[in-house]
């Protein structure tokens, strides 16, 4: 190697090592732990522009950009910039990471219900907890489970987008082929066990029912309902891991004993796949949500829908509610707008234009007399199923930050005992374990 | 005009330096030469090198990119030495690299060679054998995906046709990583095929004809005429290749999100999870460094083999 060569890569390094350095001094000041700004009234002389990533695709963008335009319409000095924000709704959450970490992101956007802990945690969400809880603001007519997401120590981010539920979906011909009578409101978890062996059909390639074992939320909430009807629950009091105990194994033995010994649970590995295998009729039943009602009207499928099989009579199921999370840009003013626009887009009257419409659960119980609800009745049946079945949504899942973490580790004891054949208990024993440092770092 | 001026100026610093003295470039044509590359040089330092550097300081916080970030030192690597999920990862990584590799090289070079030949439809199969390597990993993998189901892919139908026995794929820890490299090959032989092709219609006919001048067989120009001719190309598909090993995540994303039972979870696909799934953005860091080390040592020892065997691939 020439020496020329040797100055050149110490000038290169010296340079890759100066710009690290002059990383360094600006690394440290991410993060903002100044009290979020007040939420005041609009005013309606400032101009103001805001940013909203509603993280909805085609169909839906175009209802949300409809009601964005009317808002704008009746509010000439706030301009509304809408767009999707990501190209999943499930990749929303990589670009906030990235837009806090670079100061680039938006007045309002769309976040699953499991994403509230850490997002509040950045300190960079309005607290909007003294207007919602004034008397006739219509907060509390929001599902509890709803409401209790967009909490996170007293201050509340953000407004529910979208409320669903847990329920089962079912094919109408392959209960009927196999003489086995259709899921009812009396069910329980061995009728639905027994109901699954009947139907699962190997040499016809028809399976009982699915379960999604990849490694992510998808896995983990559809193990909560059980774990809360057998009288468990996730954390303890002291926000400790609670899930392996006796309730949660004995949730996650049932899934073993259904995947591994009647083998009639088509474990997607994917969690994508099963919600298509239902509608193109090869899968007898699935824990599924309203979503899929669209896909399964689509592809023709008889189909019915009823609430979660019972323990002991107590059917209750788990609510994934999405929220409206509202950002803080340290601007009075674009606090006002987005608290104001958001608040108007979930009240009632633009609710049923918008969720209801486009065949979600209405967001507040009162929408049911509503004649978009009749029409949503009629054009999804079997969604009413759904409506009512918020009532069985009694718990919600902890908004702390580390439930991220701690669903991944569950969803990986799932994989573990489903796929791999592990011990249920000493499996949610080690997700458990492993979860405690993420709960606690806070 | 520029042009003109540098290569005046080009002219004029051959000649001082042909007479001995040092070249002083003049402001000019530090300023035209600056022109050219800089450009070229922002791009770089922009998505390169600042990235790099802003990763390093990353590896050395516990960073969510959401909370405030916490400087501490070097304990993500040493976290790293005693994680078992990473020697997995790069134990899986490995596994796939010693299969692909030598399997897309090897094909690539015995698939060129058939094509080179004079034969019928040869622009079809040429053709054939291309079009997987333009579409992407996404599309391939999620093809793929249904193909190999097993329960209603094409594969398991096949085997069924064929009286053998049904298979897992890629439900089967053991065969699924497999599955992955056959997938693999099946979406970038081309590249490899692609390369030799040219290298081969770069081969000197006369070359060839001198050696059967001297009697040689077939297989002897092919031995010692052929193969030490394509000896650059091979270095450099090799280390492109085991790039691309090392970096495999798009496939694995879009078939089987690191399952059966993390079986095919690879070194960039436990980075993509640490930063985007446990959001532990510092930890990743990391991992990219000890991906960046081993991606430079292999290629610095493929580039310095090169040059030891006299073969100049770069």
């Known amino acids: 190697m020439t020496s020329g060569r040797t100055s050149r890569l110490t000038r290169l390094l010296a340079t890759v090592a100066g710009a690290a350095l002059a990383l360094t001094a600006c690394g440290g000041t991410t993060g903002s732990t100044s009290a979020p700004t007040k939420v005041g009234p609009l005013d309606p002389k400032t101009k103001v522009e805001i940013t909203w990533w509603h993280g909805q695709s085609a169909e839906a963008a175009a209802i949300l950009a409809k009601l964005a335009r009317e808002y704008e319409k009746d509010h000439p000095n706030v301009t509304i910039n809408d767009s999707a924000g990501a190209s999943s709704t499930d990749e929303l959450l990589q670009k906030m990471q990235a837009g806090l970490a670079s100061n680039t992101y938006p007045d309002v956007s769309y976040a699953f219900g499991s994403w509230a802990g850490k997002l509040a945690q950045s300190g960079r969400t309005l607290d909007i907890a003294d207007l919602v809880k004034k008397d006739g603001s219509g907060w509390t007519e929001f599902p509890e489970a709803a409401r209790l997401t967009a909490e996170y120590k007293g201050k509340v981010m953000g407004f529910p987008a979208v409320v669903d539920n847990l329920g089962l979906l079912y094919n109408k011909d392959l209960f009927d082929k196999a003489g086995v009578a259709y899921p009812n409101a009396d069910w329980t978890w061995d009728d639905f066990r027994a109901a699954a062996k009947e139907i699962n059909n190997p040499a016809e390639k028809i399976s009982g029912t699915a379960y999604p074992v990849a490694p992510d939320e998808g896995a983990t909430w559809r193990l909560w309902p059980q774990v809360w009807q057998n009288g468990g629950a996730i954390l303890d009091a002291k926000g400790q891991p609670a899930f392996d105990q006796d309730p949660g194994v004995q949730a996650l033995t049932f899934w073993q004993q259904m995947a591994r010994d009647d083998t009639s649970v088509y474990l997607d590995q994917t969690g994508q796949k099963f919600e298509q295998m239902f509608a193109s009729g090869s899968i007898g039943m699935i824990m599924d949500g309203p979503w899929l009602l669209y896909t399964v009207k689509e592809a023709k499928l008889n189909y019915g829908t009823a609430i979660l099989p019972g323990t002991n009579g107590d059917h209750q199921t788990i609510s994934g509610p999405d929220l409206w999370v509202l950002f803080d840009h340290k601007d009075a003013q674009r606090a006002a707008a987005a608290y104001d626009f958001i608040h108007w887009l979930t009240a009632p009257e633009q609710d049923v234009r918008w969720n209801v419409a486009y065949g979600n659960l209405p967001l507040r119980k009162s929408a049911e007399t509503s004649p978009e609800f009749a029409t949503f009745r009629t054009d999804f049946p079997g969604g009413d199923v759904f409506f009512t079945n918020l009532d069985n949504a009694k718990q919600a899942r902890p908004t702390v930050p580390g439930y991220q973490s701690l669903s991944l580790n569950v969803a990986k004891a799932i994989n573990e005992v489903l796929v791999g054949g592990a011990d249920p208990k000493t499996a949610l024993h080690d997700a458990a374990t492993a979860s405690i440092p993420d709960l606690k770092d806070q | ?314």
């Open chain 2, 1 to 314: 005009m520029a042009i003109t001026f540098s290569t005046g100026d080009l002219a004029q610093a051959t000649k001082t330096s042909r007479q001995g003295k040092e070249a002083r470039p003049t402001l000019r044509s530090t300023l035209t030469g600056w022109a050219f590359c800089g450009p070229a040089t922002l791009v770089i330092l922009g998505l390169s090198v600042f990235p790099a550097g802003w990763a390093f300081v990353l590896s050395l916080q516990k960073n969510d990119l959401i909370t405030p970030s916490v400087n501490v030192g070097f304990s993500n690597y040493q976290t790293l030495a005693q994680d078992p999920d990473m020697f997995a990862a790069a134990w899986h990584t490995l596994f796939y690299a010693l299969m692909y590799v030598p399997t897309s090289v090897l094909g690539g070079l015995l698939l060129a060679i058939a094509l080179n030949r004079p034969i019928r439809f040869q622009w079809f199969y040429r053709t054939c054998i291309f079009v997987p390597f333009v579409a992407s990993a996404a599309a391939t993998g999620i093809l793929a995906n249904f193909v190999f189901d097993e329960k209603f892919g094409a594969a398991n139908n096949l085997l069924r046709l064929l009286h053998l026995p049904q298979q897992g794929f890629l439900t089967d820890t053991h065969q699924a990583m497999m599955v992955i490299v056959i997938i693999s090959l099946w979406g970038s032989i081309g590249f490899c095929v692609l390369t030799y092709l040219a290298a081969l219609q770069d081969i000197s006919q006369d070359i060839v004809d001198a050696a059967l001048v001297d009697g040689a067989n077939k297989w002897q120009v092919f031995r010692h005429v052929t193969l030490p001719e394509l000896g650059p190309v091979t270095v450099f598909t090799t280390v492109w290749q085991m790039i691309a090993a090392i970096q495999l995540f798009d496939l694995v994303f879009t078939t089987t999100k690191g399952q059966p039972l993390n079986s095919t979870v690879t070194l960039v696909f436990y980075l993509y999870r640490m930063a985007f799934m446990e959001f532990k953005a510092g930890y990743a860091s990391a991992i990219a460094y000890v991906i960046f080390a081993i991606t430079m040592v292999l290629t610095l020892f493929m580039v310095w083999y090169g040059k030891k065997t006299k073969v100049e691939a770069f």
